[in-house]
């Protein structure tokens, strides 16, 4: 079958912005591509990157776009302009998968084969835009479960389908473990950093003692982040703590980041996004690299953290998060043993999510889909 990828309008593909979505999909467009598939990838032109050319044997297309925006309804205008673009160059294909907002509605049926929507992020009561959507691709029970809850008559075209991690995350060569607290993904305030600086200073200063908070992640608005104020703010939050907290910036290389989670002990993704996380992919990568998680309490993280066992999860929503994050964090900082039972739990519940099972699922489900199933 012919299957074109959709990318949004903000990030480019290859990845060199970052963007775990857009890493998912170059991973599983490979994993299609190894199984005899037609791929074809359209995204936003970037830089010296051509507007067509074929890599390792996927098509990819570019069309211009522009940077992310402060202002939702600046992003919406640009994503709309974008995806009357991509759908004016998207090639007759069999199946046609995306997560930009206004694709399903201007994509050409003629052209687009199959309309396969990737619910990415908690629906916010848009579901009725989908109409013309043949499948509904849910990252997580969670938002599946959303889906439904909020248009029960789109129930029979949602499928539960998880993002893949790349094979990078599972074969970055062991190397000892440091003393590391590690954070990776945007600086935003929804993400919850400050909660987790505030959590690390409250812990006994001879635990902390030869440990380090490490952040890694863009604070650029056009790569996602809250801008220079709020890096600012999160600067002076961890002036206490001097070299003990670094702030790394943004790490877009798959095998770099690999090794940033190999080294770390220990993995914290404080998210407050109640309607804003949709599955979590960097908690699970830093499972592949064997890091002890701790995660918020959201509903998303269900279908791979087993509070205790596989990972530990927080009340977040508490006045007293930053103590209750403490609490599993001074644990593990105080056991080695811990760490590695629990980092070793959540390795192998992540190899669930690998790109070989995940394609194996997408494609027998674009099957299902071309068949009317």
Request: with cysteine; charged share 20%; proline share 6%.
């Amino acid at each position: 079958m012919h299957i074109a990828i959709v990318i949004g309008p903000f990030m480019p593909i290859p990845p060199v912005l970052g963007g775990a979505v857009e890493k998912a999909h170059m991973a599983l467009a490979a994993a299609y591509r190894e199984a005899g598939h037609r791929v074809t990838m359209i995204s936003r032109r970037y830089g010296s990157f051509a507007s067509d050319e074929t890599v390792d044997g996927i098509r990819h297309i570019r069309v211009r776009s522009s940077e992310r925006s402060r202002s939702l309804a600046v992003n919406l205008l640009r994503g709309l302009v974008y995806s009357l673009r991509a759908a004016a160059a998207l090639p007759a294909a069999d199946v046609t998968i995306t997560n930009e907002f206004f694709l399903p509605l201007v994509l050409p049926r003629r052209r687009a084969g199959k309309i396969y929507v990737q619910v990415g992020r908690y629906p916010k009561h848009q579901m009725f835009l989908y109409f013309r959507a043949d499948r509904l691709q849910a990252v997580s029970r969670a938002v599946g479960d959303a889906i439904v809850g909020q248009a029960p008559w789109l129930k029979r075209r949602v499928r539960v389908i998880p993002y893949a991690l790349g094979d990078a995350y599972f074969q970055a060569p062991a190397v000892p473990r440091e003393r590391t607290v590690l954070y990776v993904g945007r600086l935003a305030r929804e993400k919850g950093i400050g909660l987790l600086i505030r959590a690390f200073l409250s812990l006994d200063a001879p635990l902390r003692d030869g440990w380090t908070l490490r952040i890694v992640g863009p604070h650029d608005i056009a790569q996602g982040g809250d801008g220079a104020d709020y890096l600012a703010e999160l600067l002076r939050l961890a002036a206490p703590l001097g070299g003990c907290c670094k702030f790394v910036g943004p790490i877009f290389d798959e095998a770099a980041l690999a090794r940033e989670y190999r080294k770390a002990a220990v993995f914290v993704y404080p998210s407050l996004a109640e309607r804003g996380e949709s599955f979590g992919l960097a908690p699970l990568e830093a499972m592949a690299g064997g890091c002890a998680a701790i995660v918020s309490d959201q509903r998303c993280f269900d279908d791979f953290i087993e509070d205790g066992v596989t990972g530990y999860r927080f009340d977040h929503r508490s006045p007293q998060a930053a103590r209750n994050l403490a609490a599993p964090l001074a644990r593990l900082m105080n056991d080695p043993d811990l760490v590695e039972r629990i980092g070793d739990a959540g390795s192998r519940t992540a190899a669930a999510f690998a790109t070989a099972p995940v394609a194996a699922r997408m494609l027998a489900d674009f099957a299902a889909v071309i068949a009317g199933v």
